[in-house]
């Protein structure tokens, strides 16, 4: 039985904040530090990784998604911070003000509808966040947190939710390689 990766994503595509967020790639790479940035034509905020599925799999995971929306709505994003903590950053994260309820919604409902197909719900609470860098090691965090600190209230822009997408996720030597199998609309299910 043929077996791919996935996740379920609100993707950023809106060239203005895909532009900002490259600055700041850039200037937290002037740190001494080893990140794995993520690429532009990859960034997106995860609504849930779903790991390797059976392909038979995708039209009830696409019905999940379907009865899990919500109406359009509006998210801002902005600021910058780091999983754990500033200090000792692992993951780089922008984060998402305005609308992160509504992001918060369509993961719970996505979490019970995908529950009845045997997926495990999350342990620990979900942040609606974007990643744009992961920390490899040997890194100068003090220097790090420094830069982060700085970008704490960065505006990035406003992005229209309109859709979620079912993404498969092919790990490459230079990176993941996404592509989207599904996009649903979002609209209020009666």
């Not at 960034?43 to 019905?63: A, C, N, Q, Y």
């Not at 509006?74 to 003000?97: C, D, L, M, S, Y």
């Not at 003090?142 to 600190?149: A, T």
């Amino acid at each position: 039985m043929k077996r791919i990766r996935t996740f379920i994503s609100i993707d950023v595509e809106d060239k203005h904040i895909l532009d900002k967020i490259l600055e700041i790639q850039h200037s937290i790479s002037k740190v001494k530090c080893r990140i794995k940035f993520v690429e532009p034509e990859n960034i997106h905020l995860t609504l849930k990784f779903l790991g390797e599925i059976p392909v038979s799999m995708v039209d009830e995971i696409v019905k999940v998604m379907e009865k899990a929306t919500i109406s359009p709505f509006t998210i801002e994003i902005k600021g910058v911070g780091a999983f754990p903590h500033n200090r000792r950053a692992r993951v780089i994260w922008i984060g998402v003000e305005k609308g992160s309820d509504r992001v918060c919604e369509i993961f719970r409902r996505l979490d019970i509808g995908l529950r009845s197909l045997g997926f495990i719900s999350e342990r620990k609470s979900f942040i609606p966040h974007i990643t744009i860098g992961r920390v490899k090691g040997g890194c100068d965090f003090q220097r790090l947190e420094k830069i982060l600190n700085n970008f704490t209230f960065f505006q990035f822009g406003e992005i229209f939710v309109d859709n979620i997408r079912l993404k498969k996720s092919v790990l490459t030597p230079k990176g993941p390689i996404y592509t989207t199998l599904r996009e649903v609309e979002l609209a209020e299910v009666r």
